[in-house]
């Protein structure tokens, strides 16, 4: 008896083969997106688009169903008929405009040429002026549900991404019969039926106590937004592990599956991830790392926190507040460095060593003691989620001499994250919501050791490494066997599926002495340059913007 969980990420969908009896994993395979990430202009397309923008192509998402999913078969041997249930996982927000039957708009020639017609992915920043707009009018109009999301809607999430389109394309927006997260657009293609996650829907769409904000906000915002919700989404919502339906004739044909198999409720990476862990209870932070972190965990109480991304009754686990922070650059970050910052000798050693850069640098990097490079970094590359949600601030690197060598700015950037991830901890803590253990999940730990040490180091804290290298697909696995009956909760499947590995990384006491006062600094910085007391980075972004002809 056997499961499937797909794992929609940035840069590809990952699919997994699941012994629901024990959470063995029996095959895998990656499927990259092939148009990737759309940040410099459409494909086929000579035109620029203009900063901050980040879309993807839909039928990408279809692709990985109809590769990875006969991949895994072939490679385990297993056969349809056993697989019982498949479960999807998504970033998020990730949205799109659709016809009425599903069609993505940018399947019609007249719209493929329009950006707005395209999937906006999670990291599209370019709604920063909606989201500015939106905070704004939730502040005039004292809407309460504003508090629930730390008090600023990010530039990320649903209704930034909905209102950008309005204003910039309206229309494109007029084309949109319906506005719809990708996790439950690729639900609606597997299974023919349109059906919306109270997760994404919670935590991205401002939903709370089973509702939207009330219809004057929307007008608020723009005459033409009045309608938003009852034009264009839905106020039903399916909770995680319900069976959303079964997989249709045309998605057996593309995956080889049995039609009829259940298919769950769409859900979120990194919110899958944390059963996927044994993570079911209060008490324990589990950290989803790869190209963003996301910050996951549940609480008895409800809590507001400053610049939290959301919290949701229910919108983990049931029976818990559900809470979550994140960094929109981690990963990300990493690369962006070894791809545009690193001078060709270390691309030479790294090649006599016969080691990716990344590998060697982090080998290089770990030669030194905290402190030993004499460099303080703000990791805002891709802006600040938590606590600040500002897409417009930009990171920094203070303290760099001639002597500064790119394996000291590569262990600056990992520690400047983990200062991240350490304001967020105290965020938490400081509303009384107690963090007693941090799980760390996502390729990041699983490649980089020297960013798992550092990470115990400066939050002070023992670090749990999760048993799966796909722990987000081995959670939509795990929710795919609720939706099939094989268990009756995720509670009793995370008792039988879930891993995490038997080593514990700890913080060493005279690293963590250093930290605590590098730790200082960075958040002189970080008050200085995130809380309006200068800002310079705003400015900066704006006279680029003028330079590229770009509305602010």
Known sequence: ????????????????????????EVATAVVPYADGVIDERLPGSAARLPPEWALQNPLDYIDVVKQGVPKVLAASGVSAEDVVGVGIDFTSCTMLPVKADGTPLIALPEFRDKPHAWVKLWKHHASQPQADQINETARRMGEAWLALYGGKISSEWFFSKALQILQEAPEVYAAADRLIEAADWIVWQLTGVETRNACTAGYKAIVQNGDFPRRAFFAALDPRF?????TRMSREFKNLGDRAGGLSAQA????????????????????VAVPAVGATKPGTMVMIMGTSTCHILMGDDLQTVEGMCGVVRDGVVPGYYGYEAGQSGVGDIFAWFVDNAVPPEYHEAARSAGMDLHRYLEREAAKQQPGEHGLIALDWLNGNRSTLVDADLSAMILGMTLGTRAPDIYR??????????????????????????????????????????????????DLKLAGSQQAPALGAAMHGAVAAGVYPTIEAAAEKMAKLKDEVVSPIPEHQAIYDQLYEEYRRLYDY????????????????????????
């Open 1 to 24: 008896m056997y499961t499937i969980g797909i794992d929609y990420g940035t840069e590809s969908g990952r699919v997994l083969l699941v012994d629901a009896r024990d959470g063995r």
């Open 226 to 230: 009045t309608d938003v919700v009852d």
């Open 252 to 271: 057996a044909h593309w995956s080889g599956l049995k039609e009829g198999t259940a298919v769950a409720v769409a859900n979120v990476d990194a919110h």
């Open 412 to 461: 600056a950037l990992i520690e400047a994250t983990a200062f991240g991830t350490h304001t967020i901890i105290e965020a938490f803590e400081e509303r009384g919501i107690a963090i007693r253990d941090l799980v760390a999940a996502g390729g990041l730990p699983e490649k980089n050791r020297l960013l798992v040490q550092i990470y115990a180091d400066v939050t002070g804290r």
């Open 529 to 552: 340059f995130g809380r309006g007391e200068n800002d310079v980075m705003k400015r900066l972004k704006r006279l680029r913007n003028q330079a590229l002809g770009v509305m602010a």
